[in-house]
């Protein structure tokens, strides 16, 4: 072969590449705001961990912010985090103040008259034990007759006395419910062996697992599962379109997963993200 002839192979193998970059490529749809401004702005609290909150250096960290961070890569757009109280987000949509507000929302009727949702997640209600007891705890009717704790007046307080009644019609002994003012207070308790475990929102259970280094683990199975999501303004099509279009890639890829995985949230991930603008949309995963 002469040196001609590989080096026209190269350049043959070389644009081969390139053109095959090309093609792999996804062209993202972007709303009118994020092609004008060059940047993705959403609103966020930074003070709910693990989803979003300051580290030890003051930087914004958490599952949401670096889904934003990747969002915002996808779309070569630069990320703006606008700071904003929870309580000010779906007015603010309302109001036209922003567009995204990405937080874990949960889609109720109300909320649904001012704005609509993008579903990216799921949470519930899950159980955590020490190491010891994850075993005996997760097994069929595990809970009845054992010290369950939770905060007193929570959904967790009201879904024990429902399993509760569950193992006394099957013929079990009923769970001892114990009821604590804080969280703290029931997972002090858990690790003391005054109770066997607690019941708590699964996201938070979840972290402190990863935070405390296992002292505490979360069992696996999960009650009240429900979708949560960001909240966008009511009926921006161009916004909707590009945070689904964007996500699904994130999902496609392996990043949402991995994203979930490094906060300990890998069980609370969904299939696919989605748009809900009524009830009927909203699905069961």
């Not at 001892?176 to 804080?182: A, G, I, P, T, V």
């Amino acid at each position: 072969m002469t040196a001609f002839t590989r080096m026209a192979g190269l350049a043959l193998a070389s644009m081969a590449t390139v053109w095959s970059s090309l093609a792999c490529a996804v062209d993202l749809p972007k709303s009118a705001e994020v092609k004008q401004s060059g940047a993705l702005t959403v609103a966020n609290t930074v003070d709910f961990a693990p989803f979003e909150y300051l580290d030890a250096d003051g930087k914004q960290t958490g599952i949401i912010i670096d889904l934003a961070g990747e969002v915002a890569k996808a779309l070569d757009a630069k990320l703006d985090v606008q700071r904003i109280p929870f309580p000010s987000m779906i007015p603010g949509l309302a109001a036209g103040r922003f567009k995204i507000a990405w937080e874990t929302f949960s889609a109720t009727p109300e909320r649904l008259k001012q704005v609509d949702f993008i579903m990216f997640l799921k949470a519930g209600i899950a159980v955590s034990t020490t190491p010891d007891k994850k075993d005996s705890l997760s097994a069929d009717n595990g809970l009845c007759g054992k010290r369950i704790g939770a905060t007193g007046g929570s959904a967790s307080d009201f879904l024990i006395d429902k399993l509760s009644k569950d193992c006394t019609d099957k013929g079990q002994a009923a769970i001892q419910k114990s009821l604590f003012n804080s969280t703290a207070d029931s997972t002090q308790a858990t690790l003391s062996d005054r109770i066997d475990a607690r019941m708590d929102d699964a996201t938070a259970s979840s972290y402190f697992e990863v935070t405390s280094k296992g002292q505490l683990v979360v069992l696996p199975k999960l009650y009240e599962v429900a979708p949560l999501g960001m909240a966008i303004a009511k009926d921006d099509k161009g916004t909707a379109d590009m945070m689904v279009a964007a996500l699904s890639e994130l999902f496609k890829n392996g990043t949402y997963k991995t994203i979930l995985e490094k906060y300990g949230m890998g069980a609370y991930a969904i299939k696919e993200p989605y748009f809900v603008n009524s009830m009927d949309t909203l699905r069961a995963d």
